[in-house]
Antibody, heavy 121, light 108 residues
């Protein structure tokens, strides 16, 4: 059974960098599939942030691309998100997820439980 | 970027009734790479339908997806109490991956 678990600070100050890690169990992230991040502001809809594939390729939402970095740590079977220069608009529940089945970039078949990150001084 | 518009925003129905949710894309979605997710309060979304019409593992057959091109539909044939939730469509045929704004199915 594939499981994903987000971790990181729940509070980040404006202008600083948000950093989250997703630990994966039950599947080796270097074996395939896309591994990505999605966020959801309180009471709002879902926004794809970006994904990595085979630990080599990364794809980012153009709306966030200038501020986002997704990296992979295959030795610990985890991947990370860094979002720089955050503002209150970046306050959201951040989910890590797996996608890739069913063709193209694939539907998201496994999600982490999500972690709320609040941007506030 | 493909924009997905879901309608209605809220659907008020009673258990046992049929629910029809719509997802319209701003441009054609290649090979029907469209998924539907259910989300309940405080939970992560859960994959229900992918490739427009294929039910994910464990999803009951009262849920069905249809459509192609720019118009897609999720139908719940007879609503059960556990079906009242928010449903999102998502396209995964092109980057950036995008989601619709969601349809809330609430108890009337």
């Amino acid at each position: 059974q594939v499981q994903l678990q987000e971790s990181g600070p729940g509070l980040v100050k404006p202008s600083e960098t948000l950093s989250l890690t997703c630990a994966v169990s039950g599947y080796s992230i270097s074996s395939g599939y896309y591994w990505g991040w999605i966020r959801q502001p309180p009471g709002k809809g879902l926004e794809w942030i970006g994904s990595t594939y085979h630990s080599r390729s990364t794809y980012y939402n153009p709306s966030l691309k200038s501020r986002v970095t997704i990296s992979v740590d295959t030795s610990n079977n985890q991947f990370s998100l860094k979002l720089s220069s955050v503002t209150a608009a970046d306050t959201a529940v951040y989910y890590c997820a797996r996608h890739g089945g069913g063709g193209s970039y694939g539907a998201i078949d496994y999600w982490g439980q999500g972690t709320l990150v609040t941007v506030s001084s | 970027e493909i924009v997905l518009t879901q309608s209605p925003g809220t659907l008020s129905l009673s258990p046992g009734e049929r629910a029809t949710l719509s997802c319209r894309a701003s441009q054609s979605i290649s090979s029907s790479y469209l998924a539907w997710y259910q989300q309940k309060p405080g939970q992560a979304p859960r994959l229900f339908i992918y490739a427009a019409s294929i039910r994910a593992t464990g999803i009951p057959d009262r849920f069905s997806g249809s459509g192609s091109g720019t118009d897609f539909t999720l139908t719940i044939s007879r609503l059960e109490p556990e079906d009242f939730a928010v449903y999102y469509c998502q396209q995964y045929g092109s980057s950036p991956l995008t989601f619709g704004g969601g349809t809330k199915v609430e108890i009337k």
